[in-house]
């Protein structure tokens, strides 16, 4: 069944509602009914995800990029995958065929279970968690298809790791010799031999060279391509040989240089280099027709192809170390300016710090209690309703010359330090928002709270005068009437007795209350503005 399966894997069949769909696997048939998204190879017992064939067009792009990849002719898959793309949008198993010929993937024997398992060809840094292949046809696919492909991206990844892992161990290459070693089983081409006399000529110049032949062959038992992904990736120069214009083309040559071409794109100091024989330069491959080519039937190609090496490699080494002294001087500026900004920065948050601790005392200084003026006012109008009692000897005239006393006083004076307190409170607002934007938007917006809560805590409000006027009003009025009902030769002593009783003591018992209240909302609003490291 083998090679009949491999050369037509992918194609369908329509026959009424029964399709026959190549595995992409292992390349046997699978039945499956129209419109069904997964199956299960019977062959390998491999769930996998169909794609919808339902379009003539869409069936026949899909049977060539199935048969491409299947053929590891990764790159040419991967156009004839992006052309179904293009055509329909939302065909999850398009994206899905690009991620597998990104990573050049291939299903092989397990050994072990006998089962297929994905091999990768093409090892990028780039995970396929990452890709927008990958996330595509997850957005596209159905909720079983996402499963299946989430399954199967663990898979390579998991691999794409280790070969990375594997490579990172390895010393890096100077030059990497791409070109075709056998034709038929077992019979050395001729490139293999141009391949060698050139390795030993690089190597004697002292440059590491990757070199198929001899780099790969103490790596007998062991996959590898975490050796070729690391030297392809670490090498300056490619030389592509070949004496055949099918040899560029064949698989694991073709899947070389393209992948040296990508690292080109991305690196320009990368050069690839050509080297043809018995053909013409026109025959190339047209990727690699526009580079500079040497032609191997001359008689001293090789030492011409080492000197050009050499120079190459001779003027990167060069243009590197030019790169490094910029970089370092670079880096010396660079580290001074920062030094110079974070000193600047320090003064900074140092000088609002301070204006914002300013900004508090400059308050306390403004800031006047409301509760002095009634303070104030009460002992006031003690001494005037004594000393209206001794020249009137009338309690009516006592508590009326008192209470107009304490609104006199205490009323116009709370009102003028609200006013004083208002703008006190608008400066120091005005203050911490500067600070705002010196220190941080989250330091300013504390501040700006700071203010708010104090205001709340604060009993020194017009309301609260008026409220606190109207008690001493109603002890002054109480203090009357009983003074009216005791004996009148008494009056002398305990008129006086009753109204300091009844409007005093209260009174000056409710200015403590509001004084204690004042006094732990200052310190409360201190802590939130102190200045914090």
């Known amino acids: ?17 029964i399709m026959v769909f ?25 769930y996998q995800t169909i794609p919808d064939i339902s379009e003539e067009n869409r069936l026949r792009l899909f049977k060539q990029a199935n048969r491409l990849r299947f053929e590891c002719e990764f790159d040419k898959a991967s156009e004839a995958y992006r052309e179904i793309t293009e055509l329909f949008p939302e065909e999850s198993e398009a994206y899905w065929g690009l991620c597998l010929c990104r990573y050049g993937i291939e299903y092989v024997d397990d050994p072990k279970s006998g089962k297929k ?14 890709t927008s292949e990958y996330n595509d046809a997850l957005k596209y696919a159905d909720d079983m298809m996402s499963v299946i492909y989430t399954r199967e991206a663990e898979k390579i990844d998991s691999i794409q790791q280790n070969i990375i892992s594997v490579a990172s161990h390895e010393q890096p290459f100077d030059v990497f010799i791409c070109y075709k070693e056998t034709k038929g089983d077992t019979e050395k081409t001729e490139d293999f031999s141009i391949a060698s006399e050139l390795y030993h000529k690089l190597t004697k110049n002292g440059l590491k060279v990757f070199f198929a032949g001899i780099t790969l062959k103490d790596k007998l038992g062991t996959e590898y391509e975490p050796y070729i992904f690391s030297a392809i990736n ?100 660079l580290k001074s300016q920062l030094s110079k900004i974070h000193e600047y920065e320090k003064e900074i948050h140092k000088k609002a710090l301070d204006e914002k601790e ?43 010359m008192t ?56 009993i020194g409000t017009v309301k609260k005068v008026i409220i606190f006027t109207c008690h001493a009003v109603f002890a002054l009025s109480a203090s009357a009437i009983i003074c009216v009902t005791v004996n009148e030769n008494e009056r002398y002593l305990s008129d006086w007795v009753v109204i300091l009783l009844l409007e005093v003591l209260p009174a000056l018992l409710y200015a403590w209350l509001i004084r204690k209240k004042n006094i732990k909302a200052k310190k409360n609003f201190k802590e939130r503005l102190k200045p914090k490291n």
Not at 292 to 317: H, P
């Open 358 to 400: 300013n900004a508090y005392k400059i308050y306390k200084q403004e800031y006047r209690s409301l509760v002095d003026p009634i303070v104030l006012s009460l002992f006031v109008s003690l001494f005037v309703s004594i000393f209206s009692m001794i020249i009137t000897e009338s309690a009516t005239t006592t508590l009326i």
């Open 1 to 17: 069944m083998g090679q009949c399966l491999l050369n037509t894997v992918s194609i369908f069949l329509i026959f009424g509602d």
């Open 403 to 458: 209470a107009l006393t304490v609104l006199a006083i205490s009323v116009p004076a709370s009102v003028h330090r609200c006013k004083i307190n208002k703008k006190a409170k608008a400066d120091l607002v005005k203050r911490l928002s500067y600070n705002e934007k010196t220190l941080s938007y989250d330091s300013g917006m504390e501040n700006v709270h700071a203010v708010k809560l104090f205001e709340s805590e604060s």
């Open 117 to 130: 398992i994905p091999t990768c060809h093409r090892t990028d840094f780039n995970r396929i968690y990452n």
């Open 22 to 46: 190549n595995c992409k696997m292992c390349g046997a048939v699978l039945d499956i009914s129209k419109g069904m998204r997964i199956c299960k190879c019977s062959y390998c017992d491999s």
């Open 234 to 333: 670490s090498s300056q120069v490619m030389i592509c040989i070949g004496t055949d214009k099918d040899y560029f083309n064949a698989v694991w040559v073709r899947n070389e240089w393209s992948r040296f071409l990508d690292l080109m794109k991305r690196d320009s100091s990368r050069v690839l280099i050509p080297c043809y024989k018995y053909i013409s330069p026109n025959e190339l491959p047209e990727e690699i027709r526009g580079f500079q080519a040497q032609n191997l039937s001359e008689s001293n190609c090789c030492e011409v192809i080492a000197n050009s090496v050499n120079e190459i490699l001779s003027a990167s080494s060069d243009t590197k170390n030019q790169l490094k002294t910029l970089f370092d001087q670079y880096e010396l500026q």
